[in-house]
């Protein structure tokens, strides 16, 4: 088992070099659009959620109690 982990420890390093040297982007996309990504991201997620808990008519059923009944007991047909 340790020969596997010490073979899969050494592949992820190389592929993480390989990724690290041979990228052909920009390594400053995080420092230019990081920040507008993710306040964008959190606008668009707030604003969904937020029309789906107040204009979609779900019923959301939060505690039960109070809301189910038990049904009159029925006696057998003789």
Not at 17 to 35: D, E, L
Not at 49 to 59: D, H, K, N, P, R
Request: proline share 3%; aromatic share 12%.
């Amino acid at each position: 088992m340790y020969r596997f982990a010490k073979a899969a420890a050494n592949i992820s390093s190389r592929a993480a070099q390989q990724v690290r040297h041979g990228s052909s982007a920009q390594q400053t996309f995080h420092a230019k659009y990081g920040m507008g990504v993710l306040v964008s991201g959190t606008v668009f997620c707030t604003a969904v959620w937020g029309y789906v808990l107040t204009q979609t008519g779900i019923s959301w059923n939060l505690s039960p109690i109070g809301k189910v009944m038990p049904k009159e007991w029925r006696q057998a047909e003789e």
